[in-house]
């Protein structure tokens, strides 16, 4: 079953903070995230592991939720380079390394 | 460091032709992947591998066969294309803890007609 990401694209000015969040219908063990450029590959930014600290990354930071099965990205005092869509991705199974992913979140910084 | 390889880049295929897209890691990575993303979609599993000699099916399977030839290298087949195969595909690849992510390659755009 493949995680839920809402918003499905966002429109930033430089500066601004935005949140991006990733919901399964399933109990989660880990999140991962990954932005992709366009016309590029996924880049991993960040996992999230359950009883885990929130992680960061530049000034992008995300936060894990157990109990409502849900991991959030925030994207503080964006930069025009945090343009790009953002995929979290939930593991298939109860181990393992499989990831489902979700169907991205575009995001546009401007000027 | 080169990372994860794929090749081709880009490739245009007859409906009903084969071929065989190539992928090779330097990383030492234990677990290998296959994922193809349509436009405005994410990327959906087709099929993975966790150590050399292993194979399994992911989300969408129907279509491909795969080969890990060695710890290197992981191989997606396409016996008989179809336009519905139309789409950009990436090879990735970890290490078998679920603790790290996926390296991707740069990804094969290919287009069936």
């Known amino acids: 079953q493949q995680p839920v990401q809402s918003p499905q694209a966002v429109i930033l000015r430089e500066g601004e903070d935005a949140v991006i969040n990733c919901s399964s219908s399933?109990?989660?063990?880990?999140v991962h995230w990954y932005r992709q450029k366009h016309g590029e590959a996924p880049v991993f930014l960040m996992i999230?592991?359950?009883?885990?600290e929130q992680k960061g990354h530049e000034k992008i930071s995300a936060s894990f939720n157990e109990k409502k099965q849900q991991s959030s990205l925030y994207l503080t005092a964006s930069q025009l380079s945090y343009s790009g869509t953002y995929f979290c991705g939930t593991p298939m199974g109860a181990a393992g390394n499989k990831l489902t992913f979700g169907g991205g979140t575009r995001v546009l910084v401007k000027p | 460091n080169a990372g994860v390889t794929q090749t081709p880049k880009f490739q245009v295929l007859k409906t009903g032709q084969s071929m065989t897209l190539q992928c090779a890691q330097d990383m030492n990575h234990n677990s290998m992947y296959w994922y193809r993303q349509d436009p405005g979609m994410g990327l959906r599993l087709i099929y993975y591998?966790?150590?050399?000699?292993?194979?399994d099916k992911g989300e969408v399977p129907n279509g491909y066969n795969v080969s890990r030839l060695n710890k290197r290298e992981f191989s997606l087949r396409l016996e008989s294309a179809a336009p519905s195969q139309t789409s950009v595909y990436f090879c990735?690849?970890?290490?078998?803890?679920?603790?790290?992510?996926?390296?991707f390659g740069s990804g094969t755009r290919l287009t069936v007609v």
């Open positions: 999230l592991l359950k009883g885990g």
């Open positions: 591998s966790a150590s050399e000699g292993t194979t």
């Open positions: 399933k109990a989660l063990y880990s």
């Open positions: 990735a690849s970890s290490v078998v803890r679920d603790l790290y992510g996926y390296t």
